[in-house]
């Protein structure tokens, strides 16, 4: 079942993310500012496909595959997104727990503007 305020409610959680992976990139904090652009998308994800009315996945995986069945493959969103996914989402996992891995401050500032670009897009889908 539909939950609107709980759509409205991710879409939320997605800007309150992106706000703060813009004030992480402005302090130069690349590792923690590709954390929030990961999670404003992840948001997104999780706030189209419980716009679905279907059961949530529990997994990141899953959530990934998931919106790749149902708006990539669907042709809702363009297959771009799949790869801004899985960048996105390896860049968060290299900076949480990888010790020598380094994100530069483009490489930080291209994940931000990417989440930002996937929050257009999902505001432009609910419409």
């Known amino acids: ?4 305020g709980r759509i409205r409610n991710y879409l939320l959680k997605a800007k309150n993310d ?9 302090a130069e904090y690349c590792d923690g500012a590709c954390n929030r652009a990961y999670y404003t998308l992840f948001d997104c994800l999780m706030l189209l496909l419980h716009s679905t009315g279907g059961p949530l996945p529990k997994t990141h995986t899953g959530t990934h595959t998931e ?3 149902q708006f990539i493959l669907g042709g809702i969103f363009d297959r771009i997104y799949s790869n801004t996914i899985t960048e996105l989402f390896n ?11 380094d994100i ?4 930080a500032q291209d994940a931000v503007e990417k989440a930002a670009e996937f ?5 432009e889908y609910l419409r």
Do not use: P
């Open 18 to 26: 992106l706000a703060e992976a813009r004030l992480l990139l402005s």
């Open 91 to 101: 860049l968060r996992q290299g900076g949480d727990y990888e010790i020598d891995f």
């Open 119 to 123: 929050v257009r897009q999902t505001e």
């Open 1 to 4: 079942m539909i939950n609107e």
């Open 67 to 69: 919106f790749r069945k």
């Open 104 to 107: 530069s401050l483009d490489d």
